[in-house]
């Protein structure tokens, strides 16, 4: 059974740093595409980041050169380095799994397995 963790979340202000994670059991993590999305209330559920089995990365435009997305494979662990934090950066940050191939790794309907989220508020 695949189990997805999130931890880091929390409270910062504007221009500070976090670091997600997202622990990863039940399955050949190596073998399966991970990702970030994020959901604020009222709106979509939105990719943030995405990393293949080759380290293959894509980034959506509104967080590039801010935020960096990592895997370690020995510790079936997602990580999500965010840094120069906007209040736009608020919301629910979900990590998610999948095994297939796709031309869209930011798409929320290419990946099967979620995690419950972890919050992250960014204040002015």
């Known amino acids: 059974q695949v189990q997805l963790v999130e931890s880091g979340g929390g409270s910062v202000q504007a221009g500070g740093s976090l670091r997600l994670s997202c622990a990863a059991s039940?399955?050949?993590?190596?073998?399966?595409?991970m990702a970030w999305f994020r959901q604020s209330p009222g709106k979509d559920r939105e990719g943030v980041a995405a990393?293949?089995?080759?380290?293959?990365?894509s980034y959506a435009d509104s967080v590039k050169g801010r935020f960096t997305i990592s895997r370690d494979n020995a510790k079936n662990t997602l990580y999500l380095q965010m840094s120069s934090l906007k209040p736009e950066d608020t919301g629910m940050y979900y990590c998610?799994?999948?095994?297939?191939?796709?031309?869209?790794?930011?798409?929320?309907?290419?990946?099967?397995?979620w995690g419950q989220g972890t919050q992250v508020t960014v204040s002015s």
């Open positions: 039940g399955y050949s993590y190596g073998a399966y595409r």
């Open positions: 998610a799994a999948d095994s297939t191939w796709t031309q869209y790794p930011l798409n929320r309907d290419r990946y099967g397995y």
């Open positions: 990393i293949n089995t080759d380290s293959n990365k």
